[in-house]
């Protein structure tokens, strides 16, 4: 069962062709790495699924197409996103970003389990988001993709740009929200996607070139040349 | 010293008028981008159906009457507004220069078709009589209907910052200034916030168009354009979205002016530009804006 369908898809974007034909599936209640070297557009997928960029194609969600529909619909319909950059509004508290993302009106459990997996942000909750670390902001733009009731979750490298020490808590943090959750991961850091990914698809130059198992990223030389990499850490 | 606290109220009043014309066009650009050379219009149909109001209820405007003509003036302009909104503005987002030929087209039709029907000479406003009393304020006499425009002005920057800082709608526009696109990745429509600040700044420039219209001696189509150029100004000042920032950019400008003008006749919109012109190199992001990302 797939709770993403994606297929053919085709993004324009200021008369350059982006994505040439994007197709892939992502299963239900598994975390889907999307891999692949800077600028073969993984997070242009990302935020065309997500009703940023227009394009043709499909994209489906649980069998219903959601190309073509507005951003908000398609988060109501089920998508989160968590953004490259954490994109959180700096000049409201953490408790009203989080406010703002909650949309139903019951949501004690879901902040529970946010602060549960963040409890700093509990602490941290009159805080002005701008003031926070990067990695404090990184929990912010994940509890809020949390704090409702999503079909699945799109994460756009989570530890890019984070200290080491904050890589492993967001790693942390990922790992327990894999465990049930459906997630479309972009990220560069192999450890991580060796750590939650139970599904790989690789990019280049705007198509997928590869769909399968993540065994394949222990093999060096398979890594090495499908994303330009080593298979350490990157 | 009488004559200092003379023209810092009657500076501070001015200001008052010039902060009701500028809020709802700071948080409409702030929040949508939209550059609105329409506002002018909003504030001549408040004015006008403001105006309507006022001769309607009787000859002897008492305060409550003329309250009321406010009100109305404003809810009138908050209503076309949003059919402005409706109508236009929606096909045209992140069009920058259509928005400013329509806006700008939307201003000229509203001004030709109040000057046919109500000629553009001033007509006078009925307002109280107590408008025409002087209050003592340290030794100075203070035209009365200048304390009206400064608790209007105060009342709405109080009824503005409760709605953004304790309603989930103004939680949305606070965050819509930030980052639209992430309010929508939160399922949020942010369409319906544009709405409300479509309808909040036309009702603000509504009112200012009836306390504009009191101290301009009448109301008359012609009297919005220097409004209006005065509230870009102001938005300017005070950074793009930010409401604080329109007062404290409206209170400055309107004080300097008197000020200026008081000590040398007519130099009070030279010295205003001076100032848009030192904001503007020193901080370009306005007294109380955020540099946009």
């Known amino acids: 069962m797939n709770a993403l369908s994606v297929k053919d898809l085709h993004v324009?974007?200021?008369?350059?062709?982006?994505?040439?034909?994007?197709?892939?599936?992502?299963?239900?209640?598994?975390?889907t790495a999307l891999l692949g070297r800077n600028g073969v557009g993984?997070?242009?997928?990302?935020?065309?699924?997500?009703?940023?960029?227009?394009?043709?194609?499909?994209?489906?969600?649980?069998?219903?197409?959601?190309?073509?529909?507005?951003?908000?619909?398609?988060?109501?319909?089920?998508?989160?996103?968590?953004?490259?950059?954490r994109e959180v509004f700096a000049s409201l508290t953490v408790k009203e970003n989080l406010s703002l993302a909650a949309r139903s009106k019951d949501s004690a459990d879901a902040y529970k389990f946010v602060y549960d997996l963040f409890p700093e942000l509990d602490t941290r909750a009159a805080q002005q988001a701008g003031s926070l670390s990067g990695g404090q902001q990184q929990m912010v733009a994940i509890a809020r993709a949390l704090l409702n009731k999503n079909e699945i979750l799109l994460v756009d490298e989570p530890t890019k740009?984070?200290?080491?020490k904050l890589v492993t808590e967001v790693a942390e943090a990922l790992t327990k929200v894999a465990e049930h959750s459906t997630m479309l991961l972009v990220e560069q850091n192999l450890a991580l996607v060796k750590r939650v990914a139970q599904h790989v698809i690789v990019m280049d130059q705007g198509r997928v070139v590869y769909q399968g198992g993540p065994e394949n990223l222990n093999d060096d030389s398979w890594v090495h040349q499908m994303l330009g990499v080593s298979g350490g850490h990157k | 010293m009488d004559t200092f606290i003379l023209i810092g109220i009657t500076g501070i009043g001015l200001g008052a008028l010039y902060f009701l014309v500028a809020s709802g066009l700071s948080l409409i650009y702030g929040l949508m981008g939209v550059l609105n050379f329409a506002h002018g219009s909003f504030l001549s149909v408040g004015a006008f159906v403001g105006y309507w109001v006022a001769t309607q209820l009787g000859p002897d405007t008492n305060m409550t009457d003329f309250i009321l003509a406010m009100i109305v003036g404003g809810l009138a302009?908050?209503?076309?507004?949003?059919?402005?909104?409706?109508?236009?503005?929606?096909?045209?987002?992140?069009?920058?220069?259509?928005?400013?030929?329509?806006?700008?087209?939307?201003?000229?039709?509203?001004?030709?078709?109040?000057?046919?029907?109500?000629?553009?000479?001033?007509?006078?406003?009925?307002?109280?009589?107590?408008?025409?009393?002087?209050?003592?304020v340290g030794g100075a006499m203070i035209p009365a209907d200048r304390i009206v425009y400064i608790a209007?002005?105060?009342?709405?920057?109080?009824?503005?910052w409760a709605l953004l800082k304790f309603t989930r709608i103004g939680l949305i526009i606070r965050a819509g200034v930030e980052n639209r696109n992430m309010v929508?990745?939160?399922?949020?429509?942010?369409?319906?916030?544009?709405?409300?600040?479509?309808?909040?700044?036309?009702?603000?420039?509504?009112?200012?168009?009836?306390?504009?219209?009191v101290y301009s001696n009448g109301v008359s189509p012609l009297i919005a354009?220097?409004?209006?150029?005065?509230?870009?100004?102001v938005v300017v000042i005070g950074g793009m979205g930010s409401v604080p920032?329109?007062?404290?950019?409206?209170?400055?400008?309107?004080?300097?002016?008197?000020?200026?003008?008081?000590?040398?006749?007519?130099?009070?919109?030279?010295?205003?530009?001076?100032?848009?012109?030192?904001?503007?190199?020193?901080?370009?992001?306005?007294?109380l804006g955020k540099v946009r990302a």
Do not use: C
């Not at chain 1, 935020?47 to 940023?52: A, E, N, Y």
């Not at chain 1, 740009?161 to 080491?164: N, T």
């Not at chain 2, 908050?78 to 259509?98: C, K, M, P, V």
């Not at chain 2, 205003?272 to 901080?283: H, P, S, T, W, Y």
């Open chain 2, 245 to 287: 920032g329109s007062f404290l950019a409206a209170m400055l400008i309107g004080v300097i002016r008197q000020f200026a003008n008081y000590y040398v006749t007519g130099l009070g919109d030279f010295v205003v530009v001076i100032l848009l012109a030192g904001v503007l190199l020193i901080r370009p992001q306005g007294l």
């Open chain 1, 12 to 31: 324009k974007i200021n008369e350059s062709h982006i994505l040439h034909g994007v197709s892939f599936e992502v299963p239900t209640n598994k975390v």
């Open chain 2, 77 to 136: 302009a908050g209503g076309f507004a949003l059919l402005i909104e409706q109508l236009l503005i929606t096909r045209l987002y992140d069009r920058h220069i259509d928005q400013a030929l329509v806006t700008v087209g939307v201003s000229l039709v509203v001004g030709a078709v109040l000057g046919g029907w109500f000629g553009n000479d001033l007509i006078m406003f009925p307002t109280p009589l107590w408008f025409l009393t002087a209050v003592n």
């Open chain 2, 152 to 160: 209007t002005a105060v009342l709405l920057l109080i009824a503005n």
């Open chain 2, 225 to 233: 354009g220097s409004y209006l150029i005065y509230g870009f100004i």
């Open chain 2, 184 to 213: 929508n990745a939160l399922g949020i429509n942010v369409r319906r916030a544009f709405s409300t600040v479509f309808f909040l700044g036309g009702f603000a420039a509504g009112v200012g168009g009836v306390l504009v219209s």
């Open chain 1, 161 to 164: 740009g984070l200290a080491p």
């Open chain 1, 42 to 85: 993984k997070s242009t997928t990302l935020r065309t699924i997500m009703g940023f960029y227009e394009g043709t194609g499909s994209v489906e969600l649980n069998g219903k197409q959601i190309l073509g529909m507005q951003t908000h619909k398609i988060v109501q319909s089920g998508v989160a996103f968590v953004p490259e950059d």
